[in-house]
């Protein structure tokens, strides 16, 4: 029976446990999952579509495991502030902007942006989470996201006491779909009390879903929670039973060795944001003492408005060498743990290291092909060292997600970016009015 | 009479001394200079060409003050090693490759990459740098370059004798030439001994040229100068007679206070090359420490073995953003240091702050314009900060190096890239020999 789509004569970087990598390499794809990968002489080509592509790379699409897509409405607008003091700016201009409709407009900017740039998941915390739904169902994206919690009034304008039924309803909206990877998202320790932190989990457990929130960003926040709770943040979390394989922290900055210990023990993710721990002088994450404890750790661009783009290869190529540095040693983080983070940690993270992460046969369509007609890109003698320290968003020239091609020829498929960009600008004086 | 050209209604960061930017902006170019420049209203359209620009930023080309341009060859071929094992690999394949003809496709090869990312400027320190001035005028470009001085055989053949008249030659060669600045480039106070790095200050004085090193850039490095000559590096080349004006350090990622007030008082400028200092664990300059120093900083991006690629914008946004993080200071550099640091501080460290840097009346029309129709480019609250932190060298779409068109549309003009590409790749094959 022929396949949907057979991608032949690429180069494959299949970001497999192996590290597989397929000279002259060919997948075929069928209902959106991959039925066969191997050299290309190996898979057939009967299929309703072939895609020749001799000189390109072949991998799965980049997994970003913490992001804030719909505030890209306020990239560049809050500068050279720590984080404390501009997000209560940031705060200000999103109560003054924030609805549905903005919303959904914010997230459709900051996943157009990702998926053009090779992002195929994406796990985002923000207000009204339906709409960051919305907007990847508009792209053709997978998202991972869920109910905040806070327990001031939110952005979105709902109080602490509705937020239960908010994650309630969002999973009654999207359990089982399988673009949508459901969970609870409290924003953080120290704006969300031991309560609203245990109901927030009680909902996702109710449903097997996942739990992300913000952890030891700053040094400024351990000091606030173990003067409230006489706990450093992760002890904290642990001592109110929040740690487990489907808990995802970000950020991470400020860790000490026992908690490392216990982020490992408990089977805890790190999403590590290298470029936005740099620009809002949170600090360098231990990152190398991290993976020597056999932490999961994961990549995230954070929110465009500390970072002030969503590069995940501007984020992969910092958490390959930002910890060489910081160890004084070389090796601290190799090429191969580098790639894992993009790639199957995350996949493994969103507890969908079964079906995303790496292109292996059964798995999901989410795969991403590079040109190599660069100057940056001759000569190559690894492809996976191409891959994590000399590729850069502009080489992803298609995207497919679950076998349905969403960017083609560096252009998304189902949006039209120009008229997105000219709706974001028209609302870029009101939202600069918003803070003056 | 006539201008030569008119770029109009861009927006223009012209990088000068007061930050100014001009919202709809024109530029009028005649004889390679800036004739006018100021809002579009008030600059005349009456030009052999006038390029209308709507919706895209015109700025000074980037000026890149540290490269290896040739070690393009060797990208990706020794990964994960630090600085000292690594070069002694490096070294082992430039021995076993570089002549004469591969500098020079080398050298067209980094320079193509910078030219295309919008870099109009690169000091490089290279085997047969008559070659990289070659490369350079092959596209178009500004190098500032001249001949290397090394103790022991050099990867060109030559011994150490010979290298005051190799210096000597290229300064005959090319001293008046407005695309070339001149200068002499020993490789460091670790591999030239006081003798030869007085030779090659003498050699570079008697012309009134550039002198550029390497200097503190591992811990590694401090030691064995320290064993060697009972002084830190700085305070070595001090000793010695080497700073003023016209050095230029690349890297000085090891430095004590007393050094860093040094470099100030000499008015030497550092070339900051984070990306190297990153992937290499050479560690983190002390950057805001030189700023508020009054150190000139620069940056360069180093060669395409330790980064692996050569992206000023990258590089460009680790210098304005690591030392953030180091010093958990928000504002340690802010928007408009991190934007001089690439431009017009960079033309000061070349000795053409009078004719280079910023966009300003007399001075060479080096511009660069940049696309804002990208998913990153919205909204744009303020044009600089959009250029330090969100642009990327995919948006540079049109370059002019002294008002020569050198790059449309993304491609250069002179020059066939995939001709380029196709001659590298066909060479790989003995590169990765050469260490095999």
Not at 45 to 72: F, K, Q, W, Y
Not at 238 to 264: F, K, P, Q, S
Not at 267 to 294: C, E
Not at 303 to 309: E, F, Q, T, V
């Given at each position: 029976?022929?396949?949907?789509?057979?991608?032949?004569?690429?180069?494959?970087?299949?970001?497999?446990?192996r590290?597989?990598?397929?000279?002259?390499?060919?997948?075929?794809?069928t209902?959106?999952?991959?039925?066969?990968?191997?050299?290309a002489?190996?898979?057939?080509?009967?299929?309703?579509?072939?895609?020749?592509?001799?000189?390109m790379?072949?991998?799965?699409g980049?997994?970003?495991?913490?992001?804030?897509?719909?505030?890209?409405?306020?990239?560049?607008?809050v500068?050279?502030?720590?984080?404390?003091?501009?997000?209560?700016?940031?705060?200000?201009?999103?109560?003054?902007?924030?609805?549905?409709?903005?919303?959904?407009?914010?997230?459709?900017?900051?996943?157009?942006?990702?998926?053009?740039?090779?992002?195929?998941?994406?796990?985002?915390?923000?207000?009204?989470?339906?709409?960051?739904?919305?907007?990847a169902?508009d792209?053709?994206?997978?998202?991972?996201?869920?109910?905040?919690?806070?327990?001031?009034?939110?952005?979105?304008?709902?109080?602490?006491?509705?937020?239960?039924?908010?994650?309630?309803?969002?999973?009654?909206?999207?359990?089982?779909?399988?673009?949508?990877?459901?969970?609870?998202?409290?924003?953080?320790?120290?704006?969300?009390?031991?309560?609203?932190?245990?109901?927030?989990?009680?909902?996702?457990?109710?449903?097997?879903?996942?739990?992300?929130?913000?952890?030891?960003?700053?040094?400024?926040?351990?000091?606030?929670?173990?003067?409230?709770?006489?706990?450093?943040?992760?002890?904290?979390?642990?001592?109110?039973?929040?740690?487990?394989?489907?808990?995802?922290?970000?950020?991470?900055?400020?860790?000490d060795?026992?908690?490392?210990?216990?982020?490992?023990?408990?089977?805890?993710?790190?999403?590590?944001?290298?470029?936005?721990?740099?620009?809002?002088?949170?600090?360098?994450?231990?990152?190398?003492?991290?993976?020597a404890?056999?932490?999961?750790?994961?990549?995230?661009?954070?929110?465009?408005?500390?970072?002030?783009?969503?590069?995940?290869?501007?984020?992969?190529?910092?958490?390959?060498?930002?910890?060489?540095?910081?160890?004084?040693?070389?090796?601290?983080?190799?090429?191969?743990?580098?790639?894992?983070?993009?790639?199957?940690?995350?996949?493994?993270?969103?507890?969908?290291?079964?079906?995303?992460?790496s292109?292996?046969?059964?798995?999901?369509?989410?795969?991403?092909?590079?040109?190599t007609?660069?100057?940056?890109?001759?000569?190559?003698?690894?492809?996976?060292?191409?891959?994590?320290?000399?590729?850069?968003?502009?080489?992803v020239?298609?995207?497919?997600?679950a076998?349905?091609?969403?960017?083609?020829?560096?252009?998304?498929?189902?949006?039209?970016?120009?008229?997105?960009l000219?709706?974001?600008?028209?609302?870029?004086?009101?939202?600069?009015?918003s803070?003056?």
């Amino acid at each position: 029976m022929p396949s949907d789509l057979v991608v032949t004569r690429a180069t494959i970087v299949t970001a497999d446990a192996r590290d597989s990598v397929i000279p002259e390499g060919a997948v075929a794809v069928t209902g959106g999952r991959i039925t066969a990968i191997g050299p290309a002489a190996e898979i057939g080509r009967d299929a309703a579509r072939v895609i020749e592509a001799p000189g390109m790379i072949l991998m799965p699409g980049l997994i970003n495991t913490h992001c804030h897509a719909a505030d890209s409405l306020f990239r560049g607008l809050v500068e050279d502030l720590p984080l404390e003091p501009w997000l209560q700016t940031v705060w200000k201009a999103e109560r003054a902007i924030l609805d549905r409709a903005t919303c959904r407009l914010g997230a459709r900017l900051g996943l157009a942006e990702l998926l053009l740039g090779g992002v195929t998941t994406v796990m985002d915390m923000f207000w009204h989470p339906q709409e960051t739904v919305g907007a990847a169902k508009d792209l053709g994206m997978r998202v991972s996201t869920g109910g905040i919690f806070f327990d001031f009034p939110g952005m979105d304008g709902h109080i602490a006491e509705r937020r239960v039924a908010d994650a309630e309803a969002f999973f009654s909206e999207f359990a089982g779909d399988p673009m949508v990877l459901c969970g609870t998202f409290p924003h953080g320790a120290y704006t969300v009390g031991p309560e609203n932190l245990a109901a927030a989990r009680a909902v996702t457990d109710r449903h097997g879903g996942l739990f992300c929130t913000h952890a030891a960003e700053t040094r400024a926040e351990v000091a606030d929670i173990e003067t409230r709770y006489g706990r450093r943040v992760i002890r904290h979390l642990e001592h109110l039973g929040l740690l487990d394989e489907r808990t995802v922290l970000a950020h991470c900055v400020w860790l000490d060795d026992e908690e490392i210990e216990i982020l490992a023990r408990r089977r805890v993710t790190v999403a590590h944001n290298p470029m936005s721990n740099l620009k809002l002088a949170s600090g360098f994450a231990r990152i190398a003492d991290m993976l020597a404890a056999g932490v999961r750790v994961t990549v995230g661009t954070d929110g465009a408005i500390s970072g002030n783009d969503l590069d995940m290869w501007m984020a992969l190529r910092m958490a390959a060498t930002l910890p060489k540095a910081a160890t004084l040693r070389a090796d601290a983080v190799t090429t191969a743990q580098a790639l894992r983070m993009v790639t199957r940690a995350g996949a493994e993270a969103l507890g969908a290291g079964d079906r995303l992460g790496s292109l292996e046969p059964g798995k999901q369509a989410d795969m991403i092909l590079l040109s190599t007609d660069r100057a940056h890109a001759a000569p190559i003698f690894d492809p996976m060292t191409h891959v994590v320290y000399s590729a850069a968003k502009s080489d992803v020239r298609h995207v497919f997600v679950a076998g349905e091609q969403v960017v083609r020829d560096g252009e998304l498929v189902r949006l039209d970016l120009g008229a997105l960009l000219a709706e974001v600008r028209a609302l870029a004086p009101r939202i600069a009015a918003s803070i003056a």
